[in-house]
Every structure is written in structure tokens, then in C-alpha cells.
């Protein structure tokens, strides 16, 4: 599975960026797929998930109630709708895909800033 995120980029504190994951290789239906994020410093955390097949997720609680993750097997797609965000949401953001929490496929990150 190859995966690519994008829709990185500068905002303001408060505002809300969409992250997309395509994926390609073999369908990322087959796998849960998740976000994680690196900030400057830090070790790479967990932000969220999403199973296979029928839509649930996890969250980190730093995210929960702010973040959304989504995914179009269809479109082979995963997104991550992030609002309200803070400062402290700046890092760099990863899409993973894996099972039971193994995580063997990882994208090239995105880059997300929130000014204060």
C-alpha cells in the first residue's frame, strides 16, 4: 500500500483544515487506517483511526470532539477534519495503514501550522 497526505498548510487558531490520505496499491479497505502527528521535539503520537469496514473510530483526547476521520473505500480515500484548532495542533501529520494497531505503511507527512 502506498499512501500520499496532503492538505497541509497555515492557519489561524480556530480554524479547520481537511487532510486527505490516498491510497493506492492494494485497497485500503483492507486495512484500519489511522493519523498521527510529530511536533518539533516530540515523539510521533496518535491522533486517530478508523476501522475496515463500517466507520468507527478512535481518538487521542487531546483531538476528541475537534478531529473527524473519515474514509471513501470507494475513492480509496481517508480524511481528517480537523476544527477549533490550537497552537499546540502544529506538527507534522502521518496517515498509517495497519491492523490491530500494527502500523506497516506510512505516507510522507504534511505539515500543519496554527498561529496564535
Known amino acids: 500500500v502506498q499512501l500520499q497526505a496532503s492538505g497541509g498548510g497555515l492557519v489561524q487558531a480556530g480554524g479547520s483544515l481537511r487532510l486527505s490520505c490516498a491510497a493506492s496499491?492494494?485497497?485500503?479497505?483492507?486495512?484500519?487506517m489511522g493519523w498521527f502527528r510529530q511536533a518539533p521535539g516530540k515523539e510521533r503520537e496518535f491522533v486517530g483511526s478508523i476501522i475496515t469496514i463500517g466507520g468507527r473510530t478512535w481518538y487521542a483526547d487531546s483531538v476528541k470532539g475537534r478531529f473527524t476521520i473519515s474514509r471513501d473505500n470507494a475513492k480509496n480515500m481517508v480524511y481528517l477534519q480537523m476544527n477549533s484548532l490550537k497552537p499546540e495542533d502544529t506538527a507534522v501529520y502521518y496517515c498509517a495503514a495497519g491492523i490491530n494497531s500494527i502500523w506497516p505503511f506510512w505516507g510522507q507527512g504534511t505539515q500543519v501550522t496554527v498561529s496564535s
Open positions: 496499491g492494494r485497497t485500503s479497505s483492507d486495512y484500519h
